[in-house]
């Protein structure tokens, strides 16, 4: 019932920016933390960076200085803004955010369905 749905990727040349967007939509009471992983080809899943719903912020060393974690709690919407932007960080991304259905539920984690992030020449 609760839906993510990412935006935004594409080819960009190597030093080049890129912003993803994540808006969520459904059942929502409230959304905690949001975050964007990314996952490489044959590799993990890793986190880049994470944003509590009050604007506090974590980022993976590899993207510190270079990505920015964002929010717009009224649209329920994350956004990454990548600057200086390297061919490792090639991956599909995938927006994270752990919401509540309502005053009693639980919190859960909800994933989108990814978008690819291409740096090359």
């Known amino acids: 019932q609760v839906h993510l749905v990412e935006s935004g990727g594409g080819l960009v040349q190597p030093g080049g920016s890129l912003r993803l967007s994540c808006a969520a939509s459904?059942?929502?009471?409230?959304?905690?933390?949001m975050a964007w992983y990314r996952q490489a080809p044959g590799k993990e899943r890793e986190l880049v960076a994470a944003?509590?719903?009050?604007?506090?912020?974590n980022y993976a060393n590899s993207v510190k200085g270079r990505f920015t974690i964002s929010r717009d709690g009224a649209k329920n919407t994350v956004y990454l803004q990548m600057n200086s932007l390297k061919p490792e960080d090639t991956a599909v991304y995938y927006c994270n955010a752990g919401v509540r259905t309502s005053l009693l539920a639980d919190e859960n984690n909800y994933w989108g369905q990814g978008t690819q992030v291409t740096v090359s020449s």
């Open positions: 944003i509590t719903r009050y604007g506090l912020t």
């Open positions: 459904g059942t929502i009471w409230s959304i905690n933390d």
